[in-house]
């Protein structure tokens, strides 16, 4: 077979070659390799007339060419096919999304709540959960044997170690620490042995405030928390302040919000009032201030609490406490 006629053979063989099934690496070793069939063509024209020569080196030399593209051709088209088969992942997908957790709604009504009152000027405190006598109920004017000891079912750890009852201990751990003028809320969990129901649950949380400074009024505390009702509930939303007790403010006063469900108009959720009941508050009682000893001739004072639970509930509309202890991811996947 002469040269001319290897030439036309092996370019036969290789357009049958890859019209099949081929190893790339293979076939470039055997077409183009150093000992491939392509150098033993160019090994031949040593036999070659001169006359045949120039043009059997011409026509390796474009075999040469025809079959390095042909080859690279291939090399791209198998990359193509490879990725679309024995490895089909594709990164640009996005990926399986992962849980993340999330703030409860507890922590986040009660964010909500500690911004309003840092735009007044309150600053954050806190006090202990487990507390003495003193703090929690003596030196709040609620001495032993007092009725008002009966309002909160207090547990006792030892004799005159308690678990807060409410937030109002940290109004005294502040007062003894710190001269007046004072301006803080004081968030926290309290504890009270009550019966487990839709409505109560043996801890919960409060907020206390307490203000005091020269000349105070029930006019600058009934500002305040009217401002408070209308940044957390709405600009529409009217409060009013009904008289009530509590043996550490005289006067005292509960505030209740127009229903948020109905406003005002009457509902199953206000008991067809039309108004809800969110806090308590009023005047710190002198007697308060004797027992820290601020002198009241000359200090005046606000302080309120109220329940962060009862707040959630009225905001979301939930309608048992204890699912905000429970952790049951389907509750806590809605706020
Ligand atoms: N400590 C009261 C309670 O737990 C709530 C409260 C009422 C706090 C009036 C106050 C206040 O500071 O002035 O029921």
Not at 149 to 172: A, C, E, G, P, W
């Amino acid at each position: 077979m002469s040269l001319f006629q290897s030439i036309e053979q092996i370019k036969e063989q290789f357009s049958k070659e890859i019209s099949g099934e081929f190893d790339f690496e293979q076939l470039k070793v055997k077409y183009l390799g150093r000992k491939g069939l392509v150098a033993g063509l160019f090994q031949q024209m040593g036999g070659l007339t001169s006359d045949e020569r120039p043009k059997a080196g011409k026509l390796l030399n474009e075999l040469k060419l025809e079959l390095t593209s042909e080859i690279e051709k291939l090399a791209v088209d198998s990359s193509v096919t490879d990725e679309s088969t024995a490895d089909s992942f594709d990164y640009t997908m996005p990926g399986d999304p992962q849980p993340v957790g999330a703030i409860h709604p507890l922590t986040q009504v009660l964010e909500e709540i500690k911004s309003i009152f840092n735009r007044l000027g309150f600053s954050v405190a806190y006090g202990p959960e487990v507390d003495t006598d003193f703090y929690n109920f003596e030196a709040l004017n609620i001495p032993k044997h007092h009725p008002a000891r009966d309002m909160q079912d207090t547990f006792y750890v030892k004799k005159d170690v308690v678990l807060r009852t409410h937030t109002s201990n940290s109004q005294i751990h502040n007062m003894l620490k710190h001269d007046p003028p004072v301006k803080i809320i004081a968030p926290g969990r309290v504890y009270r042995n009550e019966d487990i129901s839709v409505r109560s649950y043996c801890l919960f949380h409060q907020i206390e405030g307490l203000y005091v400074d020269k000349n105070v009024t029930m006019g600058d505390l009934k500002g305040v928390l009217d401002y408070f009702a209308k940044e957390l509930y709405g600009k529409d939303v009217k409060t009013r302040f009904r008289p009530s007790y509590f043996p550490f403010t005289e006067p005292s006063a509960e505030m209740d919000v127009s229903c948020i469900f109905c406003k005002g108009k009457g509902c199953n959720i206000c008991k067809y009032a039309g108004w809800l009941e969110i806090l308590g508050c009023g005047m710190v009682d002198p007697e308060v201030f004797k027992s820290v000893g601020y002198d009241p001739e000359k200090w005046t004072g606000y302080a309120f609490g109220l329940g962060i639970e009862r707040i959630a509930m009225l905001k979301y509309g939930v309608e048992d406490i204890r699912l905000f202890y429970e952790g049951d991811i389907r509750f806590l996947r809605q706020f």
